[in-house]
């Protein structure tokens, strides 16, 4: 790779090589974070990059050349140097539990999503999904991978001995002065019992992402958005497989629902992901409350926004519909292969035609893509296959298309981060008659997206391509089986 003089930490995992070489103590004293060490030199940002004499002191403890980046948040170097290099070292202490912090202290540096504990037939494998794909990140005995689902058991509030049956649960843990909250689920496999942790948001994740310019929206869906969001009543529905992001974009667009501090905002959710000031956020009990049980209550309390984590079956459906045809404006998941298929999905949930024409305001299909490491992607022309995919002309094989490479900063993976890709459907007069008449799910794809012209998630991505923001291999990835598409 080409050394780069500017580093982005949002989108960088200092190496383990560089963190060992570098004492904790006089990484906080002198406010430097190692990076990583290539062609024989350390490469470090510091918190302070005028101050002179920390980096003439820090020179002179290293017994390698030490290269200077400039960090592209300045302001930002202090507190990742403290996730990096805490006051409680979190580390391996020769306890199960001291191993489990060491696990999700990384996890967190990793911006991991899930943590898996494997059991296979000789060992046991530790995973962590990052920008949406798994990787193994070290390998365990047997007994030593048992004793950690047991600790894991155990500070969640799960029975140890049950090793037989599912079991679900909620874990804290205190990470580097972070308070971090996770969701536990163990499933008996073959080879003993398999844990995995749901790492929920953050508050300094859900910073990041708090503002609905933040998630990758074109100026197009934007405007969609903003303008369902600014009705008084209806149902704004997001679909897409798990983990494709759609949690989030309903806390962004709570997060602008509140702003004014005029609307009295309800959420219900399983479990509730973010705490959000400002927002009534009730967390459903599969034994006592339910999501339909808690919405019918919800409605007592005159609320003029409903968040509801997911719509799972035809009784919350129906609710959801009509709350919003009694001045609710209603968010809401559905589980559909695409935009077009939310409809069809709500009719098969036994929701009237003439409740979702009166009801649905907006349809969003989302999915999420991982972006190019901005310190070793390279640009390429694209070949007849990009053009293909793509529906571009024989002209455009002069276009550049970024590929991803793989360096020390992005761990060889070419890829640091992810934003997502919009298809949103407004429902118009001409849906609204198309449902009506019972049109077919291909008949409504050929008018939005062939007549209409509809942006899909498909030609989202390329957009997102050509800015460099994404590249071909993922948008082929996420889109290949789409009728959209």
């Known amino acids: ?8 930490l949002s989108r960088t995992v200092a190496t383990r090589e560089a963190l060992q070489a570098v004492p904790p103590q006089l990484a906080r004293r002198l406010g430097v974070l190692p990076v990583m060490i290539a062609d024989g030199q350390l490469y470090i940002v510091m918190a302070d990059e005028s101050d002179d004499s920390a980096l003439s002191q820090f020179e002179a403890q290293m017994t390698m050349p030490v290269v200077v980046l400039h960090a592209r948040a300045p302001e930002a170097v202090a507190s990742v140097i403290r996730r990096y290099y805490p006051e409680q070292s979190g580390g391996y202490d020769g306890t199960s539990l001291g191993l489990l912090g060491e696990i999700v202290r990384r996890a967190m540096l990793y911006r991991c999503s899930d943590i898996h ?57 205190l990470i580097a002065g972070e308070e971090i909250s996770m969701r536990v689920a163990t499933i008996p496999t073959l080879h003993g019992e398999k844990l995995t942790l749901r790492i929920l948001a953050t508050e300094s994740i859900a910073a990041e992402l708090a503002d609905l310019n933040m998630l990758g929206m074109s100026g197009a869906h934007h405007r969609l958005l903003l303008e369902a969001l600014g009705n008084s009543h209806g149902v ?20 602008h629902l509140k702003e004014p501090g005029t609307l009295h905002i309800l959420s219900i959710e399983d479990p509730v992901e973010i705490p959000l000031d400002g927002i009534n956020q009730i967390r459903i009990d599969s034994d006592r409350v339910s999501f339909n049980r808690a919405l019918r209550s919800t409605l007592r309390h005159d609320p003029d926004v409903i968040m509801i984590g997911e719509i799972r079956d035809a009784e919350t459906a129906d609710i959801a519909i009509k709350s919003a045809l009694t001045g609710h404006l209603v968010l809401s998941t559905l589980h559909a292969n695409d935009s077009v ?34 310190h070793c992607m390279t640009w390429t022309p694209a070949t007849e296959a990009d053009c293909e995919f793509f529906g571009w002309g024989a002209d455009d ?35 609204r008659d198309m ?22 998630l498909r030609a989202d991505g390329a957009e997102k ?17 789409l009728r959209s598409a």
């Open 236 to 255: 704004i529905l997001l679909s897409g497989p798990t983990g494709s992001g759609k949690t989030t974009t309903l806390y962004a667009s709570l997060r």
């Open 397 to 431: 094989r002069k276009i550049m298309l970024p590929r991803a490479a793989g360096c020390q900063l992005c761990h060889d993976t070419g890829y640091a981060g992810r934003l997502g890709l919009y298809e949103m459907i407004p429902v118009d007069r001409t849906i």
């Open 341 to 374: 298929g939310v409809i069809t999905r709500l009719l098969n949930l036994g929701v009237s035609v003439d409740l979702v024409n009166s009801a649905l305001r907006l349809v969003i299909a989302q999915r999420l893509v991982r972006c190019p490491c901005p």
């Open 1 to 8: 790779m080409n050394n780069p003089d500017t580093v982005d």
């Open 435 to 456: 449902i009506r008449s019972g049109e077919s799910e291909d008949h409504i794809s050929h008018y939005l997206f062939k007549e209409c012209q509809i942006v899909t």
């Open 117 to 173: 504990f494997d059991a296979e037939s000789k060992t046991g494998l530790i995973r962590l999904r990052i920008d949406g794909l798994l990787r193994t990140d070290r390998v365990l005995p047997h007994e030593t991978l048992n004793e950690l689902i047991s600790a894991v058991k155990v500070s969640s509030g799960l029975d140890m001995a049950e090793r037989r049956v599912p079991q679900d649960g909620q874990l804290t843990m």
């Open 465 to 481: 391509v050509l800015k460099g923001l994404t590249t071909i291999d993922e948008v082929q990835r996420v889109t290949c089986l």
